[in-house]
Structure formats: structure tokens, C-alpha cells
């Protein structure tokens, strides 16, 4: 009697290790084997090899940068430019005061109408 209530006291034990080693001996039994996949992903394995070989090419060839861990980058996505090339451009300096909602006025002609645009309302165009 004392086996059968071991057995008892221990069933959900017994039936997991018995699940485990079946689907582990179908995996093993139903599986290709491992030259089968090295056959089939070596293109995938060769091409990840040679992008990392690169990256460490470039990583020790490329001459350190000035930059502090990618600020110059971090301007130039939010918007903040570079002074010194502010400066530069005449068009942006003239008008560094005027409110950003409203449009700029007097450059190039802009306040003269199209001589080839027919409609002057731009709902009127579709």
C-alpha cells in the first residue's frame, strides 16, 4: 500500500517528467538534424559574419568623432541648429524676430501674384 500512495502523492510529478522526455524524444526523433539547417541558413549565418566583421572594421578605422555621444545629432533632430551656420545664411537672420506663424513677406517677389495661377482661393484647386 505504500507504493501506490507514493505513486499517488508524487502523479503530477511523474506525468511531466514523462511529457518532457516525450517531446524531447520527438524532437530529437522528428527534427532535421543539425547539418540539414546549416545547410539550409548558411547565405543567413555567412551575411550576419561579414556585417559584424564590418562593423568592427569601420568601429576601429573611423577616427573618433568630436561630438559628446551623438549631441550634434540630438540638435540637428530637435530643431536647435548650429549657430555659426545661422549667422551665415542672410535669408534666416532677416528674420529671426518675426513671429514663426506668419509668413515671410518681400522675399523674391512672393507678395506678387502668380501671373499663371487662375484661382485665388486654394480650396478652389480641388
Known amino acids: 500500500m505504500a507504493v501506490p500512495e507514493a505513486l499517488l502523492k508524487y ?3 511523474l506525468l511531466y517528467a514523462m511529457g518532457l522526455s516525450s517531446a524531447l524524444l520527438s524532437l530529437f526523433l ?3 538534424s543539425f ?3 546549416l545547410a539550409y541558413f548558411w547565405p543567413l549565418f555567412l551575411s550576419t559574419a561579414l556585417f559584424l566583421v564590418a562593423v568592427v572594421v569601420f568601429g576601429r578605422t573611423s577616427p573618433p568623432t568630436v561630438d559628446k ?13 548650429d549657430p555659426s551656420v545661422v549667422e551665415s545664411i542672410p535669408s534666416l537672420n532677416a ?7 506668419q509668413p515671410i513677406e518681400n522675399i523674391d517677389g512672393a507678395d506678387e ?3 499663371h495661377r487662375t ?8
Not at 69 to 78: A, K, S
Not at 95 to 101: A, I, L, M, S
Open 11 to 13: 502523479s503530477l510529478h
Open 30 to 32: 522528428l527534427a532535421p
Open 113 to 115: 501674384p502668380d501671373p
Open 69 to 81: 555621444d551623438g549631441e550634434g545629432l540630438l540638435d540637428y533632430v530637435t530643431g536647435d541648429p
Open 35 to 37: 547539418l540539414t539547417l
Open 119 to 126: 484661382s485665388t482661393s486654394v480650396h478652389d484647386t480641388y
Open 95 to 101: 528674420h529671426e524676430h518675426q513671429d514663426p506663424h
